[in-house]
């Protein structure tokens, strides 16, 4: 990292722990070894890494926080300060710098044009005035920078030609192939068509260097700006991550998702205070972003996972209730409890469990029986795909007890019943046997005289025998009776129900 920017103080510049420590030499990788080459280390500049910025309500306000925090705190993507995920961390050590080696994201260009810099310095720029002079016939000159496609011609261990139209063939070194990873050398074959970035176009051999690498990192840079413009949503996965947030893959290029702009879920699911601690189970893990920095110059690349987050779930709901019909039983996480019921993320989408499908039993609020964050297994009731909307059942994973009473109760039955609820037309009771099953007592059927409420009969906890008078399994109502305990109406039944067995 450039340690003449303005506004970084000594005190300010992050030092690699396993720095300190590094061996003081590594022996280099053996000429012309491609098969048992490490990742590929490219010729991109270091990745700057910045630091999270404050919580912002709006995209102005979020750039401007975020350009206060990258001013403020720069941290080198190479040094021990960014932990990457596993494929990235057996990378050799920088004897000199005591930092992480490039990585096929961030080698230096120097790396590549140390032989030629001399030349290149001697090397006059290609100007509107010259070039109008020349032959229209002759191709256009190439300059540093340049992106063009050629044709490979021929490869060895040692160099890959590539004809990209000009007067001589240019050259992929092969200490650039030993740095590729596999698939791009597999890409590297005879009569393939491929980019390349024009790393020197004279050198003091006469060659053009060339950089396949390069090529496709400035690609991935053009591909960031254009969805910085579109505001498309990225897919990828977390790479890595230093103490202000993660790092986040955009192709070749590492970008940097403060902590401020990950998602809510995300940050509410943060623990420890270690940065290990806090963000090494996220590595890995898918993440949607969006770009809200880009900055070649200085090589930064900062990405929301936050903007992205809105727009990624309502398409992740979508493509799930497409998917979903009634009868399926989903995992889900309750996200939040409200008065008439519980919301659960199944998957990317939301959906309701009414307060009446919470339980079999009687609920008066949610939080009786659940809690934020607690795995459950639900039950699709309803798919609404018109106003995306999703209906679940807790209670029917459980055996239903109307099954049991179905079998087990019948008319003129006397139970054991504990009240629950009065109200002005009747009183609640629980079967003491079955407590998920609440039967009413009409005030008709409280007493023989003239009842105004409940309460002149019954109170509440109250337990009491009561007699079966309705049941109607297929409504779910089971209607009970105070007065007709001692009916001689059901003498008989009673009497049988008591007669010992012969």
Known sequence: MNSNLPGLSETEKVQSPAAESAPETVTPPTEGSVENAPVSELVTPPVEVYMAAPEAATSDAIEAALAAEVEAVLVDNRAEDVVAAPELEALPIDSSSGNVAASELDAPLAELTTDTAEAEAAEP?????????????????????????????????????????????????GRELERMGRETIDLLKPGATIPVYVVNPNTHDGEILLSVNRALEELDW???????ESQQVFQSRVAGYNKGGLIVRFGRVRGFVPQSQLS???????????PEE???????????????????SRNRLI?????????????????LISELHPGEVRTGRVVSLV??????????????????????????????????????????????LEHKRIGLSLKRQEADPWDLVATTYNEGQLVQASITKLTKFGAFARLVDLPEIEGLIHISEMSDQRVNHPREVVNEGETVTLRVVKLDIENRRLGLSLKRVNSAEYLDQDWSSFAPAE
Request: proline share 5%; aromatic share 4%; hydrophobic share 35%.
């Open 339 to 384: 008065d008439f019921g519980a919301f659960v993320d199944i998957g990317g989408a939301e959906g309701l469990i009414h307060l009446t499908e919470l339980s079999w039993k009687h609920v008066t609020h949610p939080k009786d029986i659940l809690s934020v964050g607690q795995r459950v297994k639900v039950e699709i009731i309803s798919v609404d």
């Open 278 to 296: 806090r963000w090494s189970a996220m590595v890995n893990e898918s993440i949607a972003v969006k770009v809200m920095e880009v900055d070649r």
């Open 303 to 319: 990405l929301s996972e936050r903007t992205a987050s809105k727009e990624a779930r309502e398409s992740r709901k979508e493509a």
């Open 264 to 274: 809510a879920d995300r940050r509410q699911a943060l623990e420890g205070e270690t």
């Open 125 to 173: 720029p290609a100007t509107e005035a010259n070039w109008l002079d020349q032959d229209p016939n002759q191709p256009k000159p190439l300059k540093k920078g340049d992106i063009v496609e050629g044709v490979v011609t021929s490869t060895s261990p040692t160099a890959v030609m590539v004809d990209i139209g000009a007067k001589t063939e240019g050259i992929i070194p």
């Open 222 to 228: 053009q591909k960031a700006e254009e969805h910085k």
